[in-house]
């Protein structure tokens, strides 16, 4: 039996009651419980009704977003997180790119990669190339400058782990930013790409094996398969092409605030909501939420 949750934007909760209860009876649903006044609210329902992408659809228009989940397991042991505008506001290497002066260029072919028109891995490679003899110590200055975190973020890692979950952030990015991002949001572990540099200067390379797609579901698995789980024990969440994989193979699969491409292929879209989404996704109550 699936249960329909709906979201709102938590800076501006606007849930109305009148509106939970009216798709509740118009689905045959179970009693409505709220998980926080005017902002998450689920209900129960016999099976995913055959109008459900109609009434998302109209639901969006109206700042709510609206998930059916599976009941059975619901509460996930492991969270896999993408890091670049999903865990984080910003792409790192368009902002690395807005230092060197090529911001514009890198900005293009980023959003094109995340929109799955391009290659991963060339055009990661290409947009790194752009980057050769750039100060290394930029690197810390941006992430002091540029980059700031996604709202609900901490407080998603903190839950989970306060409930005997285990928090990944796997990247297409650069551990030079992933692993500072997952230890100031209390993630236990991080993987990305390795920027090469000879003395203080980027060399234009990354180290292989790039980690891209394919490699994300791997690190899905094989955490998951270290820890003693399935991936259907996992939720995960990202917003670019190269998540899909991810974001199929796991229990629960979360596009948030993703590009187009990603928007027509993922299950579970949350556009209005913030990271704590996934915690309400999962059943958790706001007062069950850990401090960050």
């Not at 689920?42 to 709510?64: H, I, K, M, T, Y």
């Not at 999903?86 to 902002?95: G, W």
């Not at 917003?239 to 899909?244: C, H, M, V």
């Amino acid at each position: 039996m699936p249960t329909a949750v709906l979201l709102t934007d938590p800076a501006s909760p606007s849930l109305d009651g009148a509106l939970v209860e009216s798709l509740r009876n118009a689905w045959g649903g179970g009693a409505a419980v709220w998980l926080a006044p005017g902002e998450a609210a689920e209900f129960p329902v016999p099976c995913a009704p055959s109008n459900a992408d109609e009434v998302w659809r109209a639901l969006q228009e109206q700042g709510v977003d609206l998930a059916l989940v599976p009941d059975k397991g619901r509460k996930k042991r492991l969270l896999v997180a993408d890091m670049d505008s999903t865990l984080i506001r910003q792409e790192c290497i368009d902002e690395l790119a807005e230092v060197a002066g090529v911001g514009a260029h890198v900005r293009e072919i980023t959003a094109r990669a995340m929109n799955g028109e391009l290659d991963f891995e060339g055009a990661l490679t290409e947009r790194v190339a752009l980057l050769e003899g750039l100060d290394a110590g930029t690197i810390d200055r941006v992430l002091a400058e540029r980059i700031t975190h996604m709202p609900g973020a901490a407080t998603l890692a903190a839950t989970m782990r306060a409930n005997g979950a285990h928090t990944l952030l796997v990247s297409g990015g650069f551990t030079a930013f992933a692993e500072p991002v997952a230890a100031a949001l209390g993630f236990d572990e991080a993987q990305a790409n390795v920027l090469e540099a000879e003395g203080m200067r980027l060399t234009g390379r990354v180290r292989p094996p790039i980690l891209g797609r394919d490699a994300k579901v791997r690190a899905l698995e094989r955490t998951a398969a270290r820890l003693g789980l399935e991936p259907a024990d996992a939720i995960a969440v990202g917003d670019g092409a190269n998540d899909l994989a991810m974001l199929a193979r796991a229990g629960l699969g979360v596009a948030l605030h993703a590009k187009p491409a990603v928007q027509r292929e993922a299950r579970i879209r949350v556009n209005h909501g913030d990271l704590t989404a996934l915690l309400y996704l999962q059943g958790y109550r706001a007062e069950d939420f850990a401090a960050a």
